[in-house]
């Protein structure tokens, strides 16, 4: 028995010792996926996310299933992290040329290209995972959601819109949100489809209003180029068409006084917003698109507040 007691004492002290020696570089190395998942910086979850709250709450009369939530919630978070690991990997190249991003792991080299393909490819597994939790209205469209993330990365490098192609990537959400509930993509779904596609024109117009300069100079297209002096009256009449369009929602929906006060703070908002461009300074345009969450939590909590209140 002593002998058998002093051999575990043995093998626990080896796996003691080589936790030691390699545990610090794994735990370095699930750092830097969480990095390059920018799990550290929210906000594009909270993006992607408040749109995809207002699909599921519209669509389910303010009585969502805690499973679909909770379904969804996970599928924003992956297919998120997943949108950012092939971003970085389309953008290995150019990341280290500007100086908000030459930092971040795959441009600084602590990431490998392989291993960023590789990480994506779990990630969009897991998500395909919970698709499959769903309707099979869903599994299809969750084809597009796929296609629209994966592309959207490399249309800095054709288009001057790109920020068009990550509304559709954002937007995705919306139909299937509505699919899961109801089992049909009817046509308001697509009206707030429209909707968010032009909120994330406006906000990540004002993103890439920061790194214009470096763009110009490194030759990657957006909306901030393309817009040039005009570029705040631009997003100007793109948030008046986003609060047009969730106005004409409203009234489509029936929704109340709740909805339609949260649309006059939203409003001023996009007041708040304009104020910080207004000198196109990088740190102020980027604390404007930040500014964005607070605009789409607005809106969900009149959502939530008027259906609660007509129950």
């Known amino acids: 028995m002593?002998?058998?007691?002093?051999?575990l004492h043995q093998l626990a002290a080896a796996i003691r010792d080589n936790y030691r020696q390699y545990s610090p570089g794994l735990y370095a190395k699930l750092y830097e996926y969480a990095r390059l998942m920018r799990l550290d910086k929210p906000i594009g979850i909270f993006l992607l996310g408040w749109p995809t709250l207002w699909a599921l709450w519209l669509s389910a009369d303010g009585l969502p299933a805690i499973s679909t939530v909770s379904t969804f919630v996970a599928g924003v978070i992956l297919m998120r992290s997943a949108g950012c690991v092939i971003n970085d990997f389309a953008d290995r190249d150019i990341d280290p040329l500007v100086e908000r991003t030459k930092d971040r792991p795959l441009a600084a080299g602590r990431v490998t290209s392989r291993e960023a393909l590789i990480l994506f490819a779990v990630l969009v597994s897991?998500?395909?995972?919970?698709v499959l939790l769903l309707n099979e209205l869903v599994?299809?469209?969750?084809?597009?959601?796929?296609?629209?993330a994966a592309s959207y990365p490399f249309m800095k490098r054709f288009t001057y819109i790109p920020q068009a192609f990550l509304g559709i990537a954002f937007a995705w959400a919306i139909p299937m949100a509505w699919a899961a509930q109801t089992n049909s993509v009817p046509p308001v779904s697509w009206l707030?489809?429209?909707?968010?596609?032009l909120w994330a024109m406006a906000y990540d117009t004002m993103y890439a209003m920061a790194d214009r300069e470096d763009d110009i100079r490194i030759g990657v297209k957006s909306t901030a180029i393309l817009f040039g002096e005009a570029d705040k009256i631009i997003i100007g009449g793109i948030q008046l068409s986003?609060?047009?369009?969730?106005?004409?929602?409203?009234?489509?929906?029936?929704?109340?006084?709740?909805?339609?006060?949260?649309?006059?703070?939203?409003?001023?908002?996009?007041?708040?917003?304009?104020?910080?461009?207004?000198?196109?300074?990088?740190?102020?345009?980027?604390?404007?698109?930040?500014?964005?969450?607070?605009?789409?939590?607005?809106?969900?909590?009149?959502?939530?507040?008027?259906?609660?209140?007509?129950?």
């Open 192 to 197: 707030l489809f429209i909707i968010v596609i």
């Open 242 to 311: 986003v609060l047009a369009g969730l106005l004409m929602l409203g009234r489509q929906l029936n929704l109340g006084m709740a909805y339609h006060a949260s649309l006059g703070i939203a409003a001023l908002l996009n007041v708040y917003q304009q104020y910080l461009i207004r000198d196109r300074k990088p740190s102020a345009c980027f604390a404007a698109f930040l500014n964005n969450n607070w605009f789409g939590f607005v809106i969900f909590t009149g959502i939530v507040a008027d259906h609660y209140f007509q129950a």
């Open 2 to 7: 002593k002998q058998d007691a002093n051999k």
């Open 126 to 130: 897991l998500a395909f995972g919970l």
């Open 139 to 148: 599994l299809y469209l969750s084809i597009g959601a796929l296609v629209s």
